[in-house]
Every structure is written in structure tokens, then in C-alpha cells.
């Protein structure tokens, strides 16, 4: 998320850079300059966006996140055409069964916690 705020302050930054410094003439060429401003902010943006996610990529994922993606684990030991759906949130597991009773073959049940413990509040 800070990632994606920052490369947008970038791109905003340099659009008020180039609007204030008069650089672009939108007098004599408007859909030229307008060109340039949008590909130099969209540049901007996306040199700012790689750098910030290539740099976020190289940390290990924090624990509150690890929980999260592992709320749902989809087994792939049962084969086609069946998929198997493992919630961690029963209630959830029971909506899910409920908007998708014309597909499903069973009916929830209890199975043994695989994802990693919620994190410690603190």
C-alpha cells in the first residue's frame, strides 16, 4: 500500500513540477504537451512502483499476513472434478456451502488446523 502512495505522490509531484515550472507550452502544442505530461507521470509512477516492490519483495511476508493467506487451503490429493474447499472460519465454510449448494457433493465438516496460528495480539 505505501508502495502504490508513494509512486502516486511521484507522479502527482511531477505533473506540479512540470505545470509550474512552464516547460510545457499547452498554448502552441496542448495535445503534445498534455502527451508528454501524462508519459513523464506515468514513467514517474512506474519507475517509483518497481523500485518500491522490488524492495518490499526481498523481506519475509509478517506473520498477520501468513494468516490470512492460509484461511482458505484448497488439498490437491483429490483430483478432477471435485475440489475440496478448507476454511478456517466455520461460519464462513457454512456460507460458502450454502450459496454453492448445487454444486457441492457433501457437507462441512471439522478437519485438522494446517495453516500457521493466528498472530499474538499485542
Known amino acids: 500500500m505505501m508502495a502504490l502512495l508513494i509512486s502516486s505522490f511521484t507522479a502527482v509531484l511531477i505533473v506540479v513540477v ?3 515550472s512552464g516547460v510545457l ?3 502552441e502544442s496542448f495535445v503534445m504537451s498534455l502527451i508528454a505530461l501524462l508519459s513523464l507521470s506515468i514513467f514517474g509512477f512506474a519507475a517509483s512502483a518497481w523500485f518500491l516492490f ?3 519483495g526481498r523481506f519475509p ?3 498477520d499476513a501468513l494468516y490470512v493467506r492460509s484461511t482458505l487451503h484448497i ?3 483429490i483430483g478432477p472434478p471435485e475440489v475440496a474447499f478448507e476454511w478456517r472460519n466455520k461460519a464462513y465454510a457454512d456460507w460458502f456451502l450454502s450459496e454453492n449448494r448445487d454444486l457441492a457433493i457433501g457437507e462441512t465438516s471439522q478437519i485438522p488446523d494446517r495453516g500457521p496460528r493466528a ?3 499485542g
Do not use: M, N, S
Open 25 to 27: 507550452d499547452f498554448q
Open 18 to 20: 512540470l505545470l509550474a
Open 54 to 56: 522490488g524492495r518490499a
Open 61 to 63: 511476508q509478517p506473520p
Open 119 to 121: 498472530p499474538a495480539e
Open 75 to 77: 488439498p490437491e490429493d
